[in-house]
């Protein structure tokens, strides 16, 4: 089993930047991507970023990049998702989640990863 805790979430007006945490405990040694994900009011889930816990190749969502950075602390078991230039689109709750068991790459479906945080609000104001 792998725990996730998110953190960072906040208000924020548009233009700023926050930064979310994503805390990992349990068998972390399975894991083998880790991704963020967001759900804005309204709509489905959609993929965010993701990032290879060894070796730390990344990928991003098209409204991610340029904008967004994830990295991971393997020391500290710990992601991050850097978020710069935010807009009020980018106003939803973001989940970080963890694949153990599909190794493709990049892993930007849902459905492939297998543990999930409970997430954190971001509200980026006009």
């Known amino acids: 089993q792998v725990q996730l805790v998110e953190s960072g979430g906040g208000l924020v007006q548009a233009g700023g930047s926050l930064r979310l945490s994503c805390a990992a405990s349990?068998?972390?040694?399975?894991?083998?991507?880790m991704g963020w994900f967001r759900r804005a009011p309204g709509k489905e889930r959609e993929f965010v970023a993701s990032?290879?816990?060894?070796?730390?190749?990344?990928h991003y969502s098209d409204s991610a990049k340029g904008r967004f950075t994830i990295s991971r602390d393997n020391a500290k078991n710990t992601m991050y998702l850097q978020m710069n230039s935010l807009k009020p689109e980018d106003t939803a709750v973001y989940y970080c989640?963890?694949?153990?068991?599909?190794?493709?790459?990049?892993?930007?479906?849902?459905?492939?990863?297998?543990?999930w945080g409970q997430g954190t609000q971001v509200t980026v104001s006009s």
């Open positions: 989640a963890a694949d153990t068991s599909v190794l493709v790459w990049p892993v930007v479906v849902e459905s492939f990863y297998n543990y």
């Open positions: 349990g068998r972390t040694l399975s894991i083998y991507v």
């Open positions: 990032i290879r816990w060894s070796g730390g190749s990344t």
